[in-house]
């Protein structure tokens, strides 16, 4: 029985910005073949470098769909599966089809580890920070500030203070585990909070022009502040001597019909250059096919997990790297007319050097 959550369905709403919501556990094991093979490894590897781990902690867990579960439970040692995501509901259905699976395959794996749901914001200030967000909204609605440089300027001095406030705030006692998954959802984490900062500048400001330099500065302080809080989390939850894997979708790839404006906004919005040429684009009724538009899903280090874990965790060693395509969006599945977008994915292992 899951323990009741403490959010609503408008918070993890504001969440549900990444995912697969169309795909089930069966079809994620028919066409997600590839990327579950290198989940697996990156997940062996760190069970391996922790030596004999007991306890396991997946972060974004959601409905497991590309972790093998059966696979961690066969592992002598492990003893605990803590299984972390804010969605009950995915959670439920996750632990329904790995029972049955684990029965009709191997009932006795059940009796060797315990897989525990755990329904919680791995950040520990989401909650907070919308609800900050949501102040600030009010607070612009309420006072007649003229549009212009020193409403843009008190805005963004009021949203760094909130970023910097909610970390201040936070008093979490993190459980420590011998290995901790991070499953791909720091792009997860990152894109909730642009959208949702996207939304509030949409309101203050009431789509008039406003300096964009100063929001993307904006964006991308968020960007940094937030991958380094989630690499202190993994640290935090880490025990020494344990070991890390951390997967997340770094690139966005478009393939299929792709209006031309649209292209066009996104080579802008991300600086990009070389707007694909006729030899890579055909008309078709008024839109456009385009062989593939890449999209970095964050900039922070070139996107790189090696150069973020070197930069923030320094007691780690780097031990595997892998980068792979992501079929999120297979092709079978796709309605008629729909973009088909895939993501690369990388993902990194590391060991935890500190034996204190």
Not at 133 to 149: E, Q
Request: with cysteine; proline share 3%.
């Amino acid at each position: 029985m899951l323990e009741k959550s403490e959010y609503d369905d408008r918070f993890i709403q504001r969440l549900a910005v990444v995912g697969s919501p169309n795909i089930t556990p069966e079809n994620s094991d028919k066409y997600w073949i590839e990327h579950k093979d290198n989940m697996t490894w990156g997940i062996q590897k760190a069970l391996y470098e922790a030596r004999y781990p007991r306890d396991v902690a997946i972060l974004g867990a959601g409905k497991c769909n590309d972790i093998r579960l059966h696979e961690i439970m066969q592992v002598g040692s492990v003893e605990n599966i803590d299984l972390y995501d804010l969605h009950a509901g995915d959670l439920q259905k996750a632990l329904a089809y790995i029972t049955s699976k684990i029965k009709s395959i191997m009932p006795e794996a059940l009796d060797f580890a315990r897989i525990n749901p755990v329904i919680k914001d791995v950040t520990c200030v989401m909650k907070r920070l919308f609800s900050k967000f949501d102040v600030i909204r009010k607070y612009f609605n309420n006072n007649l500030y003229p549009y212009g440089v020193q409403r843009e300027k008190e805005f963004l001095h009021k949203i760094k203070a909130a970023f910097c406030e909610v970390f201040q705030e936070r008093e979490t006692e993190f459980v420590r585990y011998d290995t901790v998954v991070s499953d791909c959802i720091l792009s997860q984490i990152l894109a909730g909070i642009d959208i949702q900062l996207e939304l509030l500048i949409n309101d203050v400001f009431e789509l008039i022009y406003v300096n964009k330099g100063g929001l993307q500065e904006l964006k991308e302080v968020a960007q940094k502040m937030f991958i380094a809080d989630h690499m202190n989390v993994l640290q935090s939850m880490t025990r020494p001597g344990g070991s890390i894997f951390i997967a997340s979708d770094r690139m966005l790839l478009y393939r299929g019909r792709v209006h031309k404006d649209y292209a066009q906004d996104v080579y802008q919005t991300h600086k990009m250059e070389g707007f694909p040429t006729n030899k890579s684009i055909r008309d078709f009724g008024g839109d456009y096919i385009v062989e593939q538009i890449e999209v970095p899903r964050f900039e922070y280090l070139d996107g790189d997990l090696e150069k973020i874990a070197q930069e923030h965790l320094p007691e780690y060693e780097i031990v595997g790297s892998k980068t792979w395509e992501w079929n999120r969006q297979p092709h079978e599945l796709r309605k008629n007319g729909d973009t088909f977008s895939a993501e690369e994915v990388q993902g990194v292992v590391l060991k935890n050097l500190s034996q204190k």
